[in-house]
C-alpha cells in the first residue's frame, strides 16, 4: 500500500540552488532565470540558512530607479529604498529566513506559507541546515494520489480500527478524491470520528458518510 505522503520530506524538492552573503545581484537575478525559481535560500558556513532573497526584494532597484530618494520618507518605504542601493545578498535577503523542519506536517508548511505569503519555504534540519525547498506546488502533490491508493488507506488504516466487526461490510467508494462511505455499523458514535479521520487523509478533498446501524441513518459531511 501506499501510505501518505504525511512530512514535508515526502514532497519536498532535494536539489536546491542557494547562494552565498556575498553573491552578488546579478548573479542573484541569473540564477533565478536560469532555474526558474522566485526565491533563493542565503546560505552560511556548513549550509546554515540566515536568509531568502526573493524577486520582492530585488524589485526596488528598478522601481526607484528614476526617483528621488528624498520624495520617500515613510518608514515602511525605507527597507526598500535601502533595498534600491544594494549590492549583495547579505544587504538584500530578508532575515531572519522563514523555514520548515523536513519532519513538519504538509499542513503546518501550507499553514506558515499562508500566515506569512510566501510561495516556497527552505527546509532545514535540526541543525538548520538547508535539506531542500518546498513550494506550493510540492504541497498540492497530495492530491496527485489515485482513487485507488486512498481507498486502500482508508480500508486499512482507519476503518478497519474503527470497526474491525461491521453489521455489513463497509462500502469505500472514492471519486475524484471524494470519499463515500456506506454500510451498518454497530457504534455510530464513531461516524464522526470516521468522517475526520479520513478528511485528514492526504489527497482527500470531501468525505461522504452514510454509515447507519438499524436503519438509521448517521451521514456526516
Given amino acids: 500500500m501506499h501510505s501518505s505522503p504525511h512530512t514535508v520530506s515526502d514532497v519536498m524538492t532535494h536539489t536546491v540552488v542557494a547562494v552565498g552573503r556575498h553573491a552578488s545581484f546579478k548573479d542573484i537575478v541569473n540564477l533565478m532565470a536560469q ?113 485507488d491508493d486512498i481507498a486502500e488507506e482508508v480500508n486499512m488504516e482507519i476503518l478497519s480500527c474503527l470497526f474491525p466487526t461491521p453489521i455489513e461490510p463497509i462500502h469505500v467508494g472514492v471519486s475524484d478524491g471524494v470519499v463515500t462511505l456506506t454500510g451498518r455499523v454497530r457504534d455510530t458514535s464513531l461516524v464522526p470520528i470516521a468522517a475526520r479521520l479520513v478528511r485528514a487523509v492526504e489527497g482527500v478533498v470531501d468525505v461522504e458518510c452514510d454509515l447507519v446501524s438499524g436503519g438509521t441513518s448517521a451521514g456526516t459531511r
Avoid: C, Y
Avoid at 71 to 93: H, I, N, P, V, Y
Fill in 35 to 147: 532555474w526558474k525559481v522566485s526565491a533563493l535560500p542565503v546560505l552560511e558556513g556548513e549550509g546554515r540558512v540566515i536568509g531568502v532573497v526573493s524577486e520582492a526584494d530585488l524589485l526596488p532597484k528598478e522601481e526607484f530607479r528614476d526617483s528621488d530618494p528624498d520624495r520617500f520618507t515613510q518608514l515602511q518605504r525605507l527597507s526598500d529604498l535601502a533595498k534600491a542601493g544594494a549590492l549583495r545578498a547579505e544587504e538584500l535577503m530578508s532575515t531572519p529566513a522563514i523555514t520548515v523542519h523536513a519532519n513538519a506536517l504538509l499542513a503546518e508548511a501550507a499553514r506558515i506559507m499562508a500566515q506569512r505569503k510566501v510561495k516556497r519555504l527552505p527546509v532545514i534540519n535540526d541543525q538548520g541546515l538547508l535539506e531542500g525547498v518546498v513550494s506550493r506546488g510540492d504541497l498540492l502533490k497530495v492530491f496527485l494520489r489515485s482513487d
